[in-house]
């Protein structure tokens, strides 16, 4: 997924990451960003449900392009399926996330609104990557 990520030029400006081992390990996997985005490790977001989610991007600095979310289920794919808002479930991408959020998943949205009036059904799935849908490495590899 690190590499996905770079080949899509995502770097955020600030990750907001849960304080468990797992998700700094994932932090980790991820690093090193391109910019050096300022890291919150945060005890909140341990098994945080996803209003509470909700509540941590919109109290984000406005001058925040870009954040990463790190943290753990239910309350990710709950998040994901509240951000995308129930007529928002036609697409392939976002049909991927309806069906759930596994272990090591991306999400990307977009919002119009600045973070702190981001409401259920305010942003739109730009993309939706599992790790199941990434090319192995022997698929890479040349022929």
């Excluded at 996905?4 to 081992?21: E, N």
């Excluded at 951000?83 to 272990?103: C, F, H, M, N």
């Excluded at 981001?118 to 022929?143: C, I, K, N, S, Y």
Aim: charge should be negative; hydrophobic fraction near 45%.
């Amino acid at each position: 997924m690190a590499q996905v990520m770079r080949d899509l030029r995502l770097s955020p400006d600030i990750v907001l990451v849960s304080s468990a081992r797992r998700t700094l390990q994932t932090l980790e996997a991820l690093a090193p960003f391109e910019d050096g985005p300022l890291v919150e490790p945060m005890d909140d977001l341990y098994l945080a449900p996803w209003p509470r989610l909700l509540d941590l991007l919109r109290n984000v600095p406005q001058t925040a392009r870009s954040v990463l979310l790190i943290g753990h289920n239910p309350g990710l794919h709950d998040f994901g399926l509240a951000l995308l808002g129930a007529g928002a479930t036609g697409s392939v991408e976002a049909s991927k996330l309806v069906e759930g959020y596994p272990t090591g998943a991306l999400a990307e949205f977009s919002i119009a609104s600045p973070w702190q009036g981001l409401e259920p059904g305010g942003g739109r799935l730009v993309r939706f990557l599992a790790p199941r849908d990434l090319p192995t490495a022997e698929q890479e590899l040349p022929a």
